[in-house]
């Protein structure tokens, strides 16, 4: 038995832990203060001009497709790779999704078939920045542009890319909406969390987004709990069927903290990242990940290393060789179309190949700001000798 690494453990110092005392001596818990304070240290780090921090990610996503009112009949295009929330959103909405394989060698959307999918009821795209590496947003609106379709809402779900680059800047501000992730195992947490940014507040024709955004994420009622509590102001109204995914001050408190070390911690990602790759990079079998090109560069959250030549027998093997040495690795993703819930809605996975083939010889290296680099290192040579094994049968 070796050194136990485990895949994904939060990174929370005396910082953190400071920050909720605070709260929690400040007789204010719920959504308050720091749930402001934390949206401004977003919107700044995003270059957006608005932020609504939430419970978690995917009721962000859910509640763009209930204030933009698609439901039933309409359509909303994603890919079957990703995480469910992805699609369920969806599938909450009475909409059943409409699924676009990713590109032959990648784990993003395959923009040109995202074209061939668009119908005339297609109100929404959802494209899905895999690992923290951002999809060519560009593209995507350039390819609605030229349709004439850029009333279709362009979703961003970025759960993965907080600290990601795109062109240059921070993602954030590039589609209609981002929606963020600061759940457990993300980059930056708040151990339940996310956010959506975005930049007009007037986007297709609302009167004020960010108010509404607001509302419907606390059960459509007129006031923040904020705004009640005051001293004879407890008459509200209820406006809209809302949600309750409020993020709550003790939430926020975390993410200011981690606010304040984001960049040192990417960095460090960074360094593992370097320390995987410059291992695997002689060897044949490896199908590295790109951590940065001309048009991006990723927030460094998963490392997705292929494995050429193995199906998914081989690369479970591998897995299970690691963690018989007490090192966690993981699978991003099981496509959709593999799982019961999509498969009795009709779909079946050999109609996204190209997922398929992603997903079969996949193995995600564990990347995580407290993870040392000695370790890392060592766990990229025991992976190698785990695959090397294999192919020597």
């Not at 005396?14 to 402001?36: D, H, Q």
């Not at 809402?153 to 600290?163: K, M, Q």
């Not at 921070?170 to 195992?185: L, T």
């Not at 007009?200 to 609302?206: A, E, L, Q, T």
Request: charged content about 25%; hydrophobic content about 40%; some cysteine.
């Amino acid at each position: 038995m070796g050194k136990k690494i485990p895949f994904s453990p939060p990174d929370i110092t005396k910082e953190e832990i400071n920050e909720v005392v605070k709260v929690l001596e400040s007789g204010w818990i719920t959504s308050g203060p720091r749930v402001a304070q934390f949206e401004e240290d977003i919107k700044k780090y995003c270059n957006s001009n608005y932020a609504v921090a939430l419970g978690n990610a995917t009721a962000g996503m859910e509640l763009i497709l209930k204030v933009f009112d698609i439901k039933e009949g309409d359509e909303v295009i994603t890919t079957p790779y990703t995480y469910a929330a992805t699609a369920n959103i969806i599938v909450h909405r009475g909409i059943k999704p409409t699924f676009v394989d990713v590109e032959k060698e990648s784990f993003l959307i395959d923009i040109d078939n995202i074209e061939k999918a668009i119908t005339p009821r297609t109100k929404a795209i959802i494209t899905v920045d895999i690992a923290g590496v951002p999809v060519d947003y560009d593209k995507v609106r350039a390819m609605l542009k030229k349709l004439g379709r850029e009333d279709i809402i362009l979703i961003a779900d970025s759960a993965h890319s907080y600290g990601a680059s795109y062109r240059g800047k921070k993602v954030g501000s590039q589609c209609d909406f981002h929606v963020f992730s600061f759940h457990a195992v993300k980059n930056l947490t708040t151990a339940e969390g996310g956010a959506i940014t975005y930049n007009d507040n007037n986007f297709h024709g609302k009167e004020d987004l960010l108010h509404e955004f607001k509302i419907t994420s606390l059960q459509g009622q007129s006031k923040d709990a904020f705004s009640k509590m005051k001293a004879g102001a407890w008459k509200y109204d209820i406006l809209t069927d809302g949600f309750k995914c409020n993020m709550t001050d003790l939430q926020a408190a975390i993410g200011v903290a981690q606010m304040r070390r984001y960049e040192d911690m990417l960095e460090h990602r960074r360094k593992i990242f370097e320390i995987y790759t410059n291992a695997l990079k002689e060897k044949e079998w490896a199908i590295i990940p790109v951590a940065k090109n001309e048009i991006m560069e990723t927030s460094y959250h998963l490392y997705t290393l292929r494995i050429k030549g193995f199906e998914e027998e081989n690369r479970n093997a591998v897995i299970q060789s690691l963690a018989d040495m007490d090192i966690a690795t993981n699978v991003h993703f099981i496509p959709l179309p593999m799982f019961t819930l999509y498969k009795n809605l009709g779909y079946k996975v050999e109609d996204y190949p190209n997922a398929y083939n992603q997903y079969k010889n996949e193995i995600t290296l564990p990347v995580y700001s407290t993870l040392s680099l000695e370790d890392a290192d060592y766990l990229v040579k025991e992976l190698i000798k785990a695959v090397e094994k294999i192919n020597n049968k």
